[in-house]
C-alpha cells in the first residue's frame, strides 16, 4: 500500500540528498516517478544538496495541482509509483491534501522532505498540513549539530551578523559563515539547540562573548538583546566536549 513520508529536521541535514539517493534507488530498479521542488537555492526546477548533486525537477508554484499533473502524466502512459518532494514546506495545505489524495487514490508513494518550523519556531504550513496528514513522520538520521555540539533543533535566521526572529516567513538563503558588517543586507541561516536558540547564542555570539568577557556584557548583549542572554552571561561560550 502506498504511503505518504514526510522526511523532516533542520536545515543542511541532508534532506535533499536523501531526496536524490531515494529518486536514484527507485529508478534503478526501474520505477517511474516525478521530482518536485520549490524555491531551491540553486534555482528554478532544480533538485540540489550541498554535497554537489543536483537534478532537474518540477518547480511547485502555488497554484500547481499535484493531482492533476499525475493525472496527466498517467493519461500519456506513464505508469508513476513514486513523487520526491523536496522543499515541502514551502507547499501549500491544498497541494499537501493533493498529495494525500494521490497516495490513496492512485496508490502512488509520495516522499515528501522539508524543514518543519521556521526561524520564528513556528511551523510552515506545508509542514503542518503534513505532520496532521502523512503516515509516518521520519526524522533523518544524519544530525546538524549546533555549535556547542548539542544536536540542533531550530533553524535561526541572521541578519547582518544579529539574529532576528521577525521579518518574511519566506527568504530563500543558505547556512554559513555569519558575516557581519557586510555591506548590503545578508541574510544566513545559522542551526541552533533550542538553549541557544532561545538566548539567540549564535555562534558568531559566542565567539564575541568568548573574546569580551564580563567588562564588555553591554557589547554582547546589543549583539543579543535578550534578557535570557545578559542573565547567563559568558558562561554560554564554551563548546561541549564530545559525550558531555
Ligand atoms: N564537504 C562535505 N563533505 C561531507 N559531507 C558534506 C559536505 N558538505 C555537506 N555535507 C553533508 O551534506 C549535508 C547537507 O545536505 P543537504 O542535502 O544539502 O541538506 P538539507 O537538504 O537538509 O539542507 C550536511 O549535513 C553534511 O552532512
Ligand atoms: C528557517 C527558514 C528557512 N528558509 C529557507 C532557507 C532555505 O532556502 C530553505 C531551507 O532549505 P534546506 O535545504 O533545508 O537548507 O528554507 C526560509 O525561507 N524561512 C525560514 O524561516
Known sequence: ?????FFSGTMDCG????????????????????????????????LSSRLGLAREALEVSDGLDFWDVVVEHATRGRDLRFLICDEAQFYTSEQVEQLARVVDEMDIDVYAFGITADFRAQLFPGSRRLIELADRVSTL???????????????????????????????????????????????????????????????????????????FEAEVSALCPLPTLAAHGATESTPRAAGE
Not at 1 to 5: F, R
Not at 36 to 41: A, E, I, L, Q
Open 15 to 46: 534532506k535533499s540528498t536523501l531526496a536524490l539517493q531515494m529518486e536514484h534507488n527507485h529508478r534503478a530498479r526501474g520505477h517511474d516517478g516525478l521530482v518536485f521542488t520549490r524555491h531551491d537555492r540553486a534555482g528554478e526546477a532544480v
Open 141 to 215: 538520521q544524519v544530525e546538524a549539530l549546533c555549535w556547542c555540539g548539542r544536536t540542533a533543533t531550530h533553524n535561526a535566521r541572521v541578519v547582518d551578523g544579529q539574529m532576528v526572529v521577525e521579518g518574511d516567513q519566506v527568504v530563500v538563503g543558505d547556512v554559513g559563515e555569519v558575516t557581519p558588517g557586510a555591506p548590503e543586507s545578508l541574510v544566513e541561516y545559522e542551526v541552533l539547540c533550542r538553549r541557544h536558540y532561545m538566548r539567540r547564542m549564535t555562534s558568531y555570539a559566542a565567539r564575541v562573548t568568548s573574546q569580551h568577557p564580563l567588562p
Open 1 to 5: 500500500m502506498a504511503e505518504l513520508v
